[in-house]
Structures are given as structure tokens and as C-alpha cells.
């Protein structure tokens, strides 16, 4: 049976990061099953094992189907599935179009759900699972509402879902402000920013590297970053009005 790694997002980012430091998984893997809508990206990767692409919009129910029926025809031993697709939008939620905030929830909460669900028959003992949170999922976040409440989600369903799978680990990572192409998508064209103040900016490879520790530590909940760490135990300590208050003064965002 071939044992196999599968990881969405790969084609930039923190996906991609964790596809380049596959070695640090520590088991050793027949192939890796490389997903994201840009094939010409997933065929530029060199990861010293062999890939496999599979250029899905995984917003397309089309494509989640294409997945589990490659799976019930391959049957491999998947020993780490890793979600990393995802995308967010900074601005009140009325001013994205309908279709924009629906395909959040879709790739952001949906997508990662159905993965799992659709993996789990294939994943045997030790294997494990790495979905990508957001420090954002610990606060309401004005004008990043939709983006933030999916990563609520993704947190609460992965801790819950460590705890329901006895012989598989989930370990949610919740990174801070990340350098990615994530702002490119993000951050709206020809509009006054929503984000004015960046308290701080971290690197995928520091993300990442703290993930791989944390995931052969058998944690289910990854951080990096003391400042990432302080804002989620004072988001935890303080009533969310008031935290709600501080972010819209500190981005100056009206009252």
C-alpha cells in the first residue's frame, strides 16, 4: 500500500512551505498528492519525493468528488493530510459580493471539513492531520468577520476532532499576520485599507517550523510568536466588546 502525504494550498504560502519541508515529517512517504488551482505552481515544486498534481478548486463540488473517487481507487496509506487552502477578505462584510463571502465558508470551512471526512477511512494508526486556524479564530474581527468566524470554525471542528479520531492526531496551526500571498487576494484594490496597523509580521518557515515541532509533540493547537501568543490569552482574559472597541480604534475604523 502506498503511503502518501496529501496537502491543499500547495502552490504558495504556508502550504507550499509545508510541502518544501515534507522531510520533517519524519516518516518516510511513497509520494505526495499536492492540491491547488494553479497547476503551473504545483508542477514548478521540487520536494525530493515524487507528486502528484491535482489542479482542483476545492469550491467546487466537482472537484471534492474528483478527490474522494481518486482516493477509493488508489487506496493509500495517507499518513498526513495537510489544509492549507484558504483565503480571506479585508472589508465589511456587506461590501464583498454575496458569491465571495459564500466561497470562503466554502473553501475555508467546507472544503477542510469534507477533506478530512473523505481521508479519514484512508488514514491508519500514527497517521496525522494539520488544518490551518487563525489567531483570528479567538476574536470577533470587524471588517474580517466572514474570514475570521471560518477560523473559528476550523479551530473548534480540528480540537473536536482530535479527541473523536483515538489512533489519528489533529493538530490545529493559528498563525499571526503571516508574509504570503494571502494579501494579494485579501486586501482590496483602490479602497482605503481596513488593516492600518500591523503589530506584527512573521514568515511561513518560522510558521511552519513550530508546526512540525508541535505535531511530534502530539499538541492540537500550534503558535508561533510571543506576540501571537499574548494577543490569543488576552482575547481569552477580556470581554469581546472590548476587544471588538480596541481593534476598530487601533485600525481606526470609526467608533
Known sequence: MKRIAVITGASSGIGKRFAETLSQFGEPLDEVWVIARRK??????ELGIPKRVLALDLTDEGAIKEYADLLSAENPDVRLLINASGFGKFCATVDASVEENRNMVKLNCMALMSLCQITVPFLHSGAKIVNIASV?????????????????F??????????????VSVLAVCPFWTR??????????????????????????????????????????????????????LARMLPHKFVMWFWMKQQKLGS
Open 136 to 152: 483570528a479564530a479567538y476574536q470577533p474581527i470587524p471588517y474580517i468577520n466572514v474570514y475570521g468566524a471560518s477560523k473559528a
Open 180 to 233: 504570503t500571498e494571502f494579501f494579494d487576494r485579501a486586501v482590496k484594490k483602490d479602497a482605503d485599507a481596513v488593516v492600518k496597523t500591523y503589530i506584527a509580521m512573521y514568515d511561513a518557515e518560522d510558521i511552519v517550523a513550530r508546526a512540525w515541532r508541535d505535531l511530534r509533540r502530539g499538541k492540537d493547537v500550534s503558535k508561533y510568536g510571543f506576540i501571537a501568543r499574548a494577543q490569543v490569552c
Open 40 to 45: 503551473e505552481r504545483l508542477e514548478e515544486l
Open 154 to 167: 476550523v479551530l473548534s471542528f480540528s480540537r473536536a476532532l482530535n479527541r473523536e479520531l483515538s489512533d
